[in-house]
């Protein structure tokens, strides 16, 4: 009750939101009345409300759902919010704002915001997961290839390290032929000549030269990049 009070002494405008999300990094209710703020006629005023909101990330979503699905004058600008934070979990409500008159322009406007910030976060940290989200999202979005791109490519990584830390070179085989033109099937072929390289210096050292130089032919196919030279000269 103190914050609260404290909070409605506060001076209006700029000035009181971003008092506001000071108080929010600490209590809930500062929070709830940041979301509250967006409903302000005040450019000024909602737009820094807005602005910090964003900068919450997850933690303001439980407050914007809140206000979104009471359907509060704040609602509005409390979706588009909710879908320029980019978390896909939350664009349920951008659905079914869809059926509601009064929030769905800001629904409409918001779906816009939603590709733009997933994709965004798929872009800074690729994932399986959230090309899955952006391809069952935005199935015709403008970055729909790309996407498809980074959940193959991603896939490969996980197929690689779910093998462990000393695969056997019949799993790495099968990701090179599972897997062709990936990062992850480049890995495992310079995996797959780095064992051949190893194994040309033991039959070298063990007085099989013609082994090693059959070794290195392995080598040469598997990753032209291994430097041999150590066993050649």
Known sequence: ???LWLLACLPHGEAQVHALADAAEVDDAALAKLVKTLKSQ???????????LLAFGPDA?????AAIQANKPEAGRALLVLAELGFAENFDLLDAAMGVPTLRPYAEAGWGLAEEA??????????????EDYLSWFPQ????????????????????????PRPTQGQLLGIVREFQDTRAAQEARRMLGQRALDEAEAALAGGRPE?????????ADLDPGLDTRPVEA
Request: charged residues 30%.
């Open 141 to 164: 979005g403008p970055m729909g290839a790309e996407a498809e791109e980074i959940r193959w490519q991603e896939s490969a990584w996980e197929a690689l390290d779910a093998l462990g």
């Open 1 to 3: 009750m103190l914050l």
């Open 42 to 52: 005040d450019d000024a005023t909602w737009k820094a409300a807005y602005e910090e």
């Open 118 to 131: 997933l994709w965004s976060r798929l872009r800074a940290r690729p994932s399986v997961a959230l090309a």
């Open 211 to 219: 082994q090693a130089l059959d070794l290195l032919g392995r080598v």
């Open 61 to 65: 979503v439980p407050e914007l759902r």
